[in-house]
């Protein structure tokens, strides 16, 4: 699986959209992106995954560039609860295997 | 439809102890996985299972241990156990054993005193 390079940390005024990037320069053509955000101590939560695509669901927007190098998760009006963890993670085969990062550790502030 | 659940959700041993922690997936998911997450190793993938039978397998000594039902519940033993096995033990649960998502459940806080 393809590794992932996330900034260890973002603030975000709330209200306001939250862009949180990902590099996997060396994702291959069957290989999704995953997002997770993990609440302190709580497990995992899944958000959103994509190959080539934008996708659009109600938690956030999750956007691929077209070399698929790199992806952009976002949460359009961020909220306190938003202040979590966020994993990427690029996954592809059968395997039931996800490899966590360091994330990025995202602070919304009122 | 009701998450994965784990029980119990914090437990407390001693070295040299062992334990079985419990997982049981969403309804009509057949996969389950498990994995470790301490703060020096972040979250690490153990093992997981489809139809009773181990598919895959991360890099842990032979203290850890588990199995699935044929419910699909599955359990994880952890034996011997050693200061360093204090973590959160997480579990997830996917319909089968493609690119389907994993949903985890809350965890279990083991501590080793």
């Known amino acids: 699986d393809a590794k992932t390079t996330q900034p260890p940390s973002m603030d975000c005024a709330e209200g306001r959209a939250a862009n949180l990037p990902c590099n996997h320069s060396?994702?291959?053509?069957?290989?999704?992106v995953y997002w997770y955000r993990q609440i302190h101590s709580q497990g995992p939560q899944y958000i959103i995954h994509?190959?080539?695509n934008n996708e659009t669901n109600e938690m956030a927007s999750l956007i691929i560039t077209e070399d698929r190098k790199s992806s952009t998760l976002i949460l359009p009006h961020a909220t306190l609860r938003d202040t979590a963890v966020y994993y990427c993670?690029?996954?592809?085969?059968?395997?039931?295997?996800?490899?966590f990062g360091q994330g990025t550790e995202l602070s919304v502030k009122p | 439809k009701a998450g994965v659940t784990q029980t119990p959700r914090y437990l407390i041993k001693t070295r040299g102890q062992q334990v079985t922690l419990s997982c049981s997936p969403i309804?009509?998911?057949?996969?389950v996985s498990w994995y470790q997450q301490t703060p020096g190793q972040g979250l690490q993938f153990l093992f997981e299972?489809?139809?009773?039978?181990?598919?895959n397998k991360g890099n842990f000594p032979g203290r850890f241990s588990g199995r699935q039902f044929s419910n699909s519940r599955s359990e994880m033993n952890v034996s011997t156990l050693e200061l360093g096995d204090s973590a959160l033990y997480l579990c997830?649960?996917?319909?089968?054993?493609?690119?389907?998502?994993?949903?985890f459940g809350p965890g279990t806080r083991l501590t080793v005193l």
């Open positions: 994509g190959l080539k």
């Open positions: 997830a649960s996917r319909y089968g054993i493609n690119t389907d998502t994993q949903y």
């Open positions: 060396t994702i291959s053509g069957n290989e999704y």
């Open positions: 993670i690029v996954r592809g085969g059968f395997a039931g295997k996800l490899i």
């Open positions: 299972y489809f139809s009773e039978t181990q598919r």
């Open positions: 309804s009509g998911h057949r996969s």
